[in-house]
């Protein structure tokens, strides 16, 4: 069974960097595709950045620049750095793991991320 874990969230001021982390279990994740969404309430859940098992990246638009997706096969763990984050930011962030063998997306529960002065 994949399980899917998110650290790293809490509180940041605007401007401000915050890592998020994302540990996957339960498959072999160097094969696995690894993504970051975040939702606000009231708004459905919306991708953030992606990062394939070959290490190609994708990024919404409107974090371009700012954020890096990154991941260490050899821990089994993704990475979201976030730079001068914006306070309409403020979300839940959730990791999605890919894995290649499997037909599923495992989430994980989500890490609360606070941008506010």
């Known amino acids: 069974q994949v399980q899917v874990v998110e650290s790293g969230g809490g509180s940041v001021q605007p401007g401000g960097s915050l890592t998020l982390s994302c540990v996957v279990s339960?498959?072999?994740?160097?094969?696995?595709?690894i993504a970051w969404y975040r939702q606000t309430p009231g708004n459905e859940r919306e991708l953030v950045a992606g990062?394939?098992?070959?290490?190609?990246?994708n990024y919404a638009n409107f974090v371009q620049g700012r954020f890096t997706i990154a991941r260490d096969n050899a821990k089994d763990t993704a990475y979201l750095q976030m730079n001068n984050q914006k306070i309409e930011e403020t979300a839940v962030y959730y990791c999605?793991?890919?894995?290649?063998?499997?037909?599923?997306?495992?989430w994980g529960q989500g890490t609360q991320v606070n941008v506010s002065s």
């Open positions: 990062v394939t098992n070959g290490g190609r990246t």
């Open positions: 339960g498959c072999i994740f160097s094969t696995a595709a």
């Open positions: 999605k793991a890919k894995p290649k063998i499997s037909p599923n997306e495992d």
